[in-house]
């Protein structure tokens, strides 16, 4: 038995919260390492004990393993469980926790050194016996041998990185051409994010599900599955959307898929909690893509189907007990929805926020979880991964769980920054995904951000103008019951103007549009909630003033941050677009261009990293670079000029 008793959590944000609950639950003492800009992170706040690591930067805090180990010796913490990303796949950590005589709440260092290079990884499930794709698959990593074994594939190419996952490292390449680009950036992103550049090369499936099994194994031979998760709904190869069990998935399928999942643990003698991931074609056929050698982003919904509590099952099994079931115990009940809140703009290609959270509250009632690691007030910043919070719904049958799920993210609150919200609703409301028939390619082919993008609610455009002209004109955000104020102002959302002008009638407006009045009148105002009736009917609001003009409003549909502008300087001053700006907080990770070069419209200039994702800047216009006035490695702030381009005049 592998006996302890104070577990140290190695992770930040939800995950750590979920760990310390579910371990306290047990009657163990909990330990938080969090880094000088989590110090008021809910995870700090909930365990018994936390140390500070250092500064923000995760190379410099969480992926630094001899702090970790450091802070378990302080606190004398006998066991670590490291969550998933940072360290939760690295064989080094494992190995020097069992060296230190600390608990890795996880497989061993072999089985993470085997299964964390897919390279090495798929070589031993095609000597298992289990689906591969074809490809290439080889330790030579000559960029002139990659685009020719490229060719010899042919497209459509994923280009994958060896190590590492989470859609870092990963290209898909629909031209021959690009070939070469993609490894570059592949691997330029792969060194950044795990270390290492090392690729591998796999005939794409463009219509397939990414469909995956988790897996449990104890110290005791004994290894069994929990079904499959299907988790085809993606944004740059990222998931958004989990679900289980799989509406693509039969009996036949399923008892397949388990058996070469199992079949793939054993293959690594694995322990603990994993998960198999394969690619699921429309012939029913499916290939082995990767295993995590961790808990995933997306276990509460094997959970809820299964009522099983998987991180329970990781200290049970990390102390040494046998599993409490066997594959014949295993039930599954009812539909399970997962969906991953982020602070991104998904109508400005996916653009990661950063800011204040000014207001946090989180959805509740039958069939609803949320494993969240934000709260008011808290900072989102640019050096962590966008990921909010998790909302899981539970239904006895999938179309239950997806209303109950439409209804959970109406009640979200999260005011301050723009989230993907509407843009979930959106999915979950499409036929598409009704139906159960959305694959990896779903969000491209049926979810066109930049045409939602243009779409403006006329009934939450003229309740914002109705609280901004209150927040302008009276102290305390009343209204007057006298008197007539007739006001043109101009509203910015979504990188539009839109002209408004409001009458005030008594209590109510009558707000203007080029092609429609409508009518509103404030019901009510408490804490961050409007009441308000509008065409006859009374409806509810969440709002919050980031600024006297700067509006954050959240009608059920997703926030939507309204400015007015109608006597700004800046809305005066003509826009440069030839040059080029940070859109948000984030390192400099390369310059391509220098003063004196000639640039083309849509040319890529610079290369900008923010919350683990590497973003292509290009230029505005046509022109001549006269400064580049940011330098590599440089860490710069939002709106900051990086390389001024003088247009060309035409």
């Known amino acids: ?18 760990v310390i ?5 047990q009657g163990y003492q909990t330990v938080a390492v969090y880094s000088e800009a989590d110090r008021y992170a809910p995870h700090v706040e909930l365990a018994d004990e936390a140390v500070c690591i250092g500064p923000a930067p995760v190379s410099e805090s969480y992926l630094l393993s001899e702090k970790i180990l450091d802070a378990a010796r302080l606190t004398g913490a006998d066991a670590v469980h490291p969550g998933y990303g940072f360290l939760s796949e690295n064989a080094d950590f494992s190995q020097a926790c069992e060296t230190a005589g600390i608990v890795f709440i996880g497989p061993s260092a072999k089985a993470i050194d085997l299964m964390g290079n897919k390279r090495a990884a798929k070589d031993l499930m095609m000597d298992a016996k289990v689906p591969c794709l074809p490809g290439y698959n080889s330790s030579d990593q000559d960029e002139a041998l990659l685009i020719a074994e490229a060719q010899r594939i042919g497209v459509p190419l994923m280009v994958k990185a060896a190590a590492g996952g989470g859609g870092r490292g990963l ?80 009996g036949v399928i399923r008892e397949k898929m388990g058996q070469s999942a199992v079949a793939a643990a054993r293959a690594i003698d694995y322990v603990g909690a994993g998960t ?10 499916f290939y082995f893509l990767e295993m995590n050698t961790r808990l995933q982003v997306e276990h509460p919904v094997t959970e809820m189907v299964t009522g ?56 509740s009632g039958e069939g609803v979880r949320v494993d969240s690691g934000i709260q008011s007030g808290l900072e989102v910043s640019h050096y962590y991964d966008p990921m909010l919070a998790k909302i899981i719904t539970w239904g006895s049958h999938r179309d239950e769980a997806r209303r109950r799920m439409l209804r959970a993210l109406a009640q979200t609150e999260a005011l301050g920054l723009i989230t993907n919200k509407g843009f ?33 609610s006329r009934k939450a455009l003229a309740l914002a103008a109705v609280l901004i002209s209150d927040q302008a004109n009276t102290a305390n955000r009343g209204w007057r ?48 909630t409007v009441s308000y009736l509008c065409g006859g009917v009374l409806r509810k609001a969440a709002y919050v003033f980031a600024e006297e003009d700067v509006l954050y409003l959240d009608d059920g549909e997703g926030t939507v941050c309204y400015q007015e502008v109608s006597l700004s300087k800046a809305a005066e001053e003509p826009e440069v677009p030839a040059d080029v700006l940070s859109p948000m907080n984030g390192k400099v990770v390369e310059i391509r261009v220098k003063a004196g070069d000639q ?33 590599e490695g440089e860490q710069i702030a939002s709106k900051r000029l990086m390389v001024e381009v003088e247009e060309e005049a035409s």
């Open 599 to 631: 640039v083309e419209k849509g040319q890529v200039v610079a290369i900008l990293e923010a919350m683990k994702i590497q973003h292509e800047l290009r230029a505005g216009k046509t022109g001549a670079v006269t400064q580049v006035l940011v330098q």
């Open 424 to 456: 979930l609703m959106d999915i979950l409301k499409h036929p598409v995904f009704i139906s159960g028939e959305a694959t990896t390619q779903f969000i491209g082919r049926h979810i066109e951000p930049k045409e939602t993008q243009k779409k403006v």
């Open 481 to 528: 019951s006298t008197g007539t104020l007739n006001w043109p102002i101009k509203l910015s959302c979504h990188d539009q103007d839109i002209a408004v002008n409001l009458v005030q009638k008594g209590t109510a407006y009558e707000v203007s549009f080029d092609d429609e009045t409508l009518s509103v009148q404030i019901e009510g105002l408490q804490g961050t």
């Open 276 to 285: 198999v991931e394969f690619l699921l074609d429309e012939d029913g056929e």
């Open 308 to 363: 099983l509590d998987l991180v329970n099952l990781q200290l049970l099994v990390a102390a040494g007990s046998p599993l409490p079931l066997n594959q014949e115990a295993v039930r599954f009940q009812g539909h399970a929805i997962e969906v991953r809140l982020y602070a991104e703009d998904a109508y400005d290609n996916f653009m990661p926020q950063t800011g204040r959270m000014l207001s946090w509250r989180a959805p």
């Open 1 to 18: 038995m592998s006996a302890f008793s104070k577990v140290l959590i190695a992770n930040r944000g939800e995950i750590a919260v979920r």
């Open 21 to 25: 609950r579910a371990a306290q639950a």
């Open 171 to 250: 290209r898909l390449v629909d031209h021959l051409d690009h070939v070469g680009a993609a490894i570059r950036t592949a691997r330029s992103e792969a060194e950044s994010a795990f270390g290492s550049g090392e690729l591998i090369l796999e005939r794409a499936v463009l219509n397939g599900r990414h469909v995956e099994i988790q897996v449990f194994a104890d110290q005791h031979g004994n290894v069994i599955h929990l079904g499959e998760r299907d988790c085809s709904v993606q944004r740059r190869h990222q998931k958004i959307i989990e679900e289980s069990p799989s509406p693509a998935v039969d």
